[in-house]
Antibody
C-alpha cells in the first residue's frame, strides 16, 4: 500500500523558516517525480514545486510565489521528500500536500504563518 | 504562466441528472509528444484530492464510467452523466504543459 505521510507543520512568525517532511512507502520512490501542493484555508489547490528523480537529473522547479524562498530536497536512501520554507509570509499559510500528482497524495501538514 | 479558468464555480445538481464543468487554459495544451496534459481531480469534503481523469479523457483506475473528459487545444470539459451523492466535492482541472497550475475549483453539491 502506498503511503505518503507529511510532518513538520506548525506555527511560525513572518520571516521565519520551517522544514516539512514527507515519508514515502509502498512504491519505488527513487523513480518518482515528487511535488508539493498547498491549499490555503477555504481556498483552492496551488502547485508549489517539484523535484525530478535522480535518473532524470534530480532538478527542481517552483511556482513563482515561492521561487527563491522554498527548496525541495529528496533523500532516496530513506524515501524522504522535504520542503524547506524560508522567509515565510502570512500568505504561505496553508495545508501542504506531498504528492506524485497521480494516485498518491498525503493527508497534508498545516503551516500557519502569523505574528 | 498558464492560467486555468473553470466555470461554473459552483453547481447544484439533482441526483441522477448530468453535470458539466468547463476548463479553459490561457495557452494551448497539446505537447510536441502528441499528448495533452490536462487532468481532473476531485477533492471530497475533508479529504485529499483524488485523480479522476488524465490526459484529457482517460479515466484513472477505479473511476466510475459516469465520469468522462473531453476537449482539445484550450477548451476542456468534465462531464458526469448521472450525478450521485458521493460525487459532492470540489473539482479541479490542472495543466502540466508548463510546470503545473490548477483551476480555481468547481464546487458540486446535491440538490
Amino acid at each position: 500500500e502506498v503511503q505518503l505521510v507529511e510532518s513538520g507543520g506548525g506555527l511560525v512568525k513572518p520571516g521565519g523558516s520551517l522544514r516539512l517532511s514527507c515519508a514515502a512507502s509502498g512504491f519505488t520512490f527513487t523513480n518518482a517525480w515528487m511535488n508539493w501542493v498547498r491549499q490555503a484555508p477555504g481556498r483552492g489547490l496551488e502547485w508549489v514545486g517539484r523535484i525530478r528523480s535522480k535518473t532524470d537529473g534530480g532538478t527542481t522547479d517552483y511556482a513563482a510565489p515561492v521561487k527563491g524562498r522554498f527548496t525541495i530536497l529528496r533523500d532516496d536512501s530513506n524515501n524522504m521528500l522535504y520542503l524547506q520554507l524560508n522567509s515565510l509570509k502570512t500568505e504561505d499559510t496553508a495545508l501542504y500536500y506531498c504528492t506524485n500528482l497521480g494516485r498518491d497524495w498525503g493527508q497534508g501538514t498545516l503551516v500557519t504563518v502569523s505574528s | 504562466d498558464v492560467v486555468m479558468t473553470q466555470t461554473p464555480l459552483s453547481l447544484s445538481v439533482t441526483p441522477g441528472q448530468p453535470a458539466s464543468i468547463s476548463c479553459k487554459s490561457s495557452q494551448s495544451l497539446p505537447h510536441s509528444d502528441g499528448k495533452t496534459y490536462l487532468y481532473w481531480y476531485l477533492q471530497k469534503p475533508g479529504q485529499s484530492p483524488q485523480l479522476l481523469i488524465y490526459e484529457v479523457s482517460n479515466r484513472f483506475s477505479g473511476v466510475p464510467d459516469r465520469f468522462s473528459g473531453s476537449g482539445s487545444g484550450t477548451d476542456f470539459t468534465l462531464k458526469i452523466s448521472r450525478v450521485e451523492a458521493e460525487d459532492v466535492g470540489v473539482y479541479y482541472c490542472m495543466q502540466s504543459i508548463q510546470l503545473h497550475s490548477f483551476g480555481q475549483g468547481t464546487k458540486l453539491e446535491i440538490k
